[in-house]
């Protein structure tokens, strides 16, 4: 055992395997961002680590863990394709997986009780300090089954899936702003995204349109096949002709309202 001066945290404890063992990783995220920030991160706390493959979606994922059999893998829960979950679950030999999740508290818990690695989105520093801590210290042999454990947390996460969502992670730019659910005015379809319009806030999440329905509180309600709106943002419906538009506050777009939904908006 010896002691290596650490410009992070000072003196650190490492064994002379822990130094000598070149560590690969694999990070798959459908967000660039994600991916830039994840890595840049790894490499500040974790300069040895080389990352020899990204991957933008599920399947991608599963290919680059089977072509470099990396010693860890970053997989994003939610990705097009295939999720984290069943990626990892596919994976066999001395891959080591961490989760990268926006999920919520009922979900983390699920994570914590299974002992499974995981990190927030958004980036959450110093909970991937603790993870790269970790990973550092683990003996370089292949990780036990976590099958089950993978099996289980599926279930988990699907249990609470109905579950009346709070905090939405919105990516804006290079930035991912957490925004409470009632704080959005609407969300409208944007190809495999949704929008989200919330004061400031005008940005993308990957959940879709029927996801969301599930999860939001009964403020919300559906006016088009590609457009939810929050009833505490009307402040008017018009007619225009034919049409019915929805006047939203603080906000200069108007949302059509179907023909099928009109009938929402008739007492106002």
Partial sequence: MKWVFSIRSGFEKKTEQSMSIHHTAVIADDEPFMR????????????????????????????????HKPSFAFLDIRMPGLTGLQVAQLVE??????????????ALEAFEASAVDYVLKPLDPARLAKVVTKLQSLA??????????????????????????EWLHVSTGQQVRLTHVDDVMFFESDTKYTRVLAGEVDGLIRTSLKELLEQLPPSFVQVHRSAVVNRHFVRAVHRVDDNVELEIKGNNTRLKVSEANRHLFKAM
């Fill in 36 to 67: 830039e920030a994840l890595r840049e991160q790894l490499q500040m706390l974790w300069p040895e680590l080389e990352i020899v493959a990204e991957a933008v979606d599920g399947p991608e994922a599963l290919r680059a863990l089977t072509a």
């Fill in 140 to 165: 370089p042999s292949a990780p036990s089954s976590q099958l089950e454990v993978l099996r289980s947390l599926s279930n988990s996460t699907q249990a609470h899936k109905g579950s009346t969502l």
């Fill in 93 to 106: 030999g001395r891959t080591r997986v961490v989760f990268v999740t926006a999920y919520d508290n009922h």
